[in-house]
């Protein structure tokens, strides 16, 4: 791992952190107008707020704990774990969140 790509990556995951957080603000503003939402729904999609940017953060220290452990270069792999998270978000939201009649 080059110290050079560790210093990139963790930036390119600060600004994927913000532009999460308002991917999942305003989706979830779409879909609560659209749709009437369960209090279940309304709480997964309240974490994910939450959730989906912070696993940016996340996946950065890891990568940077990582590199300082001397570890190996699919170690980068970390860098993709928030768009796991966002695809999860968005897998809900299609499947789960079903459209409301009365809207």
Same mark, same amino acid.
């Given at each position: ?7 990139? &990556?963790?930036?390119? %995951? ?12 305003? &989706? ?6 659209? %749709?009437?939402?369960? %209090?279940? *729904? +309304?709480?997964?999609? *309240? ?7 912070? +696993?940016? /953060? ?11 452990? &001397? ?21 809900? /939201? ?7 009649? *009365?809207?």
């Amino acid at each position: 791992m080059a110290l050079g790509w560790v210093v990139a &990556g963790t930036i390119g %995951q600060f600004f994927l952190a913000y532009m999460m957080f308002m991917l999942v603000v305003f &989706g979830f503003s779409a879909v609560g107008n659209t %749709q009437r939402l369960s %209090q279940f *729904d +309304s709480s997964v999609l *309240d974490s994910a707020m939450y959730s989906v940017p912070a +696993s940016c /953060i996340v996946s950065a220290v890891v990568v940077i704990v990582l590199y300082r452990m &001397g570890a190996g270069k699919l170690a980068y792999l970390w860098y993709t774990t928030p768009l796991f998270l966002f695809s999860g978000y968005l897998v809900y /939201i299609k499947m789960f969140v079903k459209p409301s009649a *009365d809207l």
